[in-house]
């Protein structure tokens, strides 16, 4: 019996130790002050940047979600060209999210038609 209780705990605490299954960075950190001091977002974005940027070049996958968060810093700042970007890159790495990814860049789609035309 007590043989069978040890193999259960050392079967426990072994599933314990896998490794992060993605490499987040200072993600939540940086979101945290970010959120917390609006000053900060600028500095925010482009840790992420350079975070996401060493993923890439390693071939790891990006965790969920930051390509979203990098798409609205941007749009945030006025770039909606790179917003776009990230949330293709969103889209495309994560199907969960395809709707609401679709939803953003047809959003941004449209306010670039609609500014041409005003421009025009």
């Known amino acids: 019996m007590f043989k069978w209780i040890l193999v259960a705990a050392l079967a426990a605490l072994t599933g314990c130790a896998q490794p992060p299954v993605y490499q987040w960075g200072a993600y939540d950190e940086l979101l945290y ?19 996401v940027a060493s993923l890439e070049a ?11 968060e990098l798409g609205t810093l941007n749009l945030q700042k006025g770039d909606s ?19 609401l990814m679709d939803a953003m860049i047809s959003n941004l789609d449209r306010r ?4 041409k035309g005003a421009a025009s």
């Open 33 to 51: 002050r970010g959120y917390k001091d609006p000053e900060k977002i600028e500095s925010m974005r482009l840790k992420l940047e350079t975070h």
């Open 112 to 115: 670039a038609e609609t500014s």
């Open 81 to 99: 060209t790179a917003a776009r970007s990230f949330y293709v890159k969103e889209r495309d790495a994560w199907p969960e999210s395809r709707g």
């Open 58 to 68: 390693s071939r790891t996958k990006v965790p969920p979600g930051i390509y979203a």
